[in-house]
């Protein structure tokens, strides 16, 4: 059974860092042509995609936030990781990870939960 | 950077109806990597079409894909109370991935 669950901060003050885990289960970060993404939606808004990481520990970002952020994995903790430095209100959102499938149609098959990050003094 | 522009924002039909939906890419997006999601109130998405037209495991046939270059829909032949939702369009290309901003579908 594929699961992945998403955990973090719930608030971070403007301009510090959002640091947040994504937990795979079903599935290793390793198998080709498997990959996961970041994927988030403030509050009413539409789904923005945010960064990638490929099997083989390629990364992709989005062309308007690539400057702030960093993706990693840890295949042996089945983790992958996503950095977001200098946050703002404007990046208050629900945050996604969801696996891209093997079939590789760059699709997303499997999501977690998400979870709410609020930016706020 | 390929934008997806959804029609209509809002689409508001009674049970038993044909939905149609509308995805418009401005540029030209590969058939293989354009996605549609189905997305209830609170929820993750869910994958309902990969491919332009193949139907994800589990997803009824009322719900169908076509389309391709910069014009794709997605169909729900037969609306069902079940199938309120906001539904998403998503392509990938050139290692990016980019969504539309959703269609809202409600039953009267």
């Known amino acids: 059974q594929v699961t992945l669950k998403e955990s973090g901060p719930v608030l971070v003050k403007p301009t510090e860092t959002l640091t947040l885990t994504c937990t795979v289960s079903?599935?290793?970060?390793?198998?080709?042509?498997?990959?996961v993404s970041w994927i988030r939606q403030p509050p009413g808004k539409a789904l923005e995609w945010l960064a990638h990481?490929?099997?083989?520990?390629?990364?992709s970002y989005s062309t308007s936030l690539k400057s702030r952020l960093t993706i990693s994995k840890d295949t042996s903790k089945s983790q992958v990781v996503l950095n977001l430095t200098n946050m703002d209100p404007v990046d208050t959102a629900t945050y996604y990870c969801?696996?891209?499938?093997?079939?590789?149609?760059?699709?997303?098959?499997?999501w977690g939960q998400g979870t709410l990050v609020t930016v706020s003094s | 950077e390929i934008v997806l522009t959804q029609s209509p924002g809002t689409l508001s039909l009674s049970p038993g109806e044909r939905a149609t939906l509308s995805c418009r890419a401005s540029?030209?997006?590969?058939?293989?990597?354009l996605a549609w999601y189905q997305q209830k109130l609170g929820q993750a998405p869910r994958l309902l079409i990969y491919?332009?037209?193949s139907r994800a495991t589990g997803i009824p046939d009322r719900f169908s894909g076509s389309g391709s270059g910069t014009d794709f829909t997605l169909t729900i032949s037969r609306l069902e109370p079940e199938d309120s939702a906001v539904y998403h369009c998503?392509?990938?290309?050139?290692?990016?991935?980019?969504f539309g901003q959703g269609t809202n579908v409600e039953i009267k």
């Open positions: 540029q030209s997006v590969s058939s293989s990597f």
């Open positions: 998503q392509q990938y290309g050139s290692s990016l991935w980019t």
């Open positions: 969801a696996r891209t499938t093997a079939a590789g149609s760059f699709d997303f098959d499997y």
């Open positions: 990481i490929f099997s083989n520990d390629e990364k």
């Open positions: 491919g332009a037209s």
């Open positions: 079903g599935f290793s970060l390793s198998n080709a042509r498997m990959g």
